[in-house]
């Protein structure tokens, strides 16, 4: 059931994304570091698994009507929008973070981590939406 493991790697990379943001709030760089890695790897298979899923299966209509229908639609138009532009935010932010430069870091990553976090929550909210509500 690749719709749940998506929905499970979504909720672990906000759980990661969280717990990294943290760590640095506390000071301790190489624990966010380990963090925003795992964080990434974990978008990773998510988006690997996505893929593969949507190729083999893929889309599914949403079964809902009226406010749900509207609610649903408006929670997808923006998490569209924003996971295609997470990816190139996030491989930016993580290299520079690996390369030491901080004050670029810190730059983009004021806006990566927001984006991502929603797009990692609004996954999973899709998922609910269109696998278990009805």
Known sequence: DLPAVNAILSATAAV???AGYLQI????ADVHKRFMLAALATSALFLTSYVVYHANAGSRPFPGSGIARTLYFAILITHVALAAT?????????????RAQYDRHVRIARWTLPLWIYV??????????LYQMY
Request: net charge positive.
């Open 16 to 18: 990661f994304l969280t």
């Open 86 to 98: 997470i990816l190139p935010l996030a491989l930016t932010t993580a290299t520079r973070g690996l």
């Open 25 to 28: 709030r506390r000071g301790r």
């Open 120 to 129: 990692s929550v609004t996954g999973v909210v899709i998922y609910l939406m």
